[in-house]
């Protein structure tokens, strides 16, 4: 089975630090997503990009998070001043067309802010 | 009310048990609706969709109630290997997928 790739899998940093976390969808995907989960928590929605741009965001997503697709093939999630709260697993999906269509997940990338 | 919402659990059965899981969702016009697994500190797997008739794959079968808003999965003659975080799940209006917090399951020999 095809598979989203994720980098890398597990990013210390100190508070207010810049961090990239990258991402490599499917070849052939056209709508790529990011979603968090904390510690314990639900997974959570965050953002997701079609056609070059972001087509959703949820108020988790502030400007602090940006995202963009520098090529063909990467997407990445760019956190501007990590903060304690930004701690988390984040992980990469992507999916094909239809909203109907099943979201591959990549494997995560647990953010650890100190 | 919490988009969607479960039982946290944790659900301790034996091997060969058979155990139901409860989804309550808030969004009326909610249209896909799936179960996902969670493995400790993995990315959730689909499990399965759930279909308005009903759907069953070998052990699991998925029932959706559009008029209570409630979704359910039956797993019966439980496997260690089904030792998992059970999350529901329903799609938001872009195509975003809304989890619940997770139902946790132990199964035990």
């Known amino acids: 089975e095809p598979e989203v790739t994720q980098t890398p899998s597990h990013q210390v940093t100190q508070m207010g630090q810049e961090v990239i976390l990258r991402c490599v969808p499917i070849?052939?995907?056209?709508?790529f997503y990011w979603y968090r989960q904390i510690l314990g928590q639900k997974v959570e929605f965050l953002v997701s990009?079609?056609?070059?741009?972001?087509?959703?965001k949820s108020e988790i997503f502030d400007d602090q998070f940006s995202v963009e697709r520098p090529d063909g093939s990467n997407f990445t999630l760019k956190i501007r001043s990590t903060k304690l709260e930004d701690s988390a697993m984040y992980f990469c999906?992507?999916?094909?067309?239809?909203?109907?269509?099943?979201?591959?997940f990549g494997s995560g990338t647990q953010l650890s802010v100190l | 009310r919490k988009e969607v919402e479960q039982d946290p659990g944790p659900f301790n059965v034996p091997e060969g048990a058979t155990v139901a899981f409860n989804c309550t969702y808030s969004?009326?016009?909610?249209?896909?609706f799936f179960w996902y697994r969670q493995d400790c500190r993995k990315e959730p797997k689909l499990l399965m969709s759930?279909?308005?008739s009903g759907n069953e794959d070998g052990r699991f079968t998925a029932q959706l109630n559009r008029a209570s808003q409630y979704i359910s999965l039956l797993i019966r003659d439980s496997k260690l290997s089904d030792s998992a975080t059970y999350l529901c799940?329903?799609?938001?209006?872009?195509?975003?997928?809304?989890f619940g917090k997770g139902t946790k399951l132990s199964v035990k020999p």
């Open positions: 799940v329903v799609r938001g209006s872009q195509g975003n997928l809304i």
């Open positions: 990009f079609y056609n070059n741009e972001i087509s959703e």
């Open positions: 969004n009326s016009a909610s249209q896909s």
């Open positions: 070849s052939n995907h056209l709508y």
């Open positions: 759930v279909y308005s």
């Open positions: 999906a992507s999916r094909f067309q239809t909203t109907n269509e099943k979201l591959f």
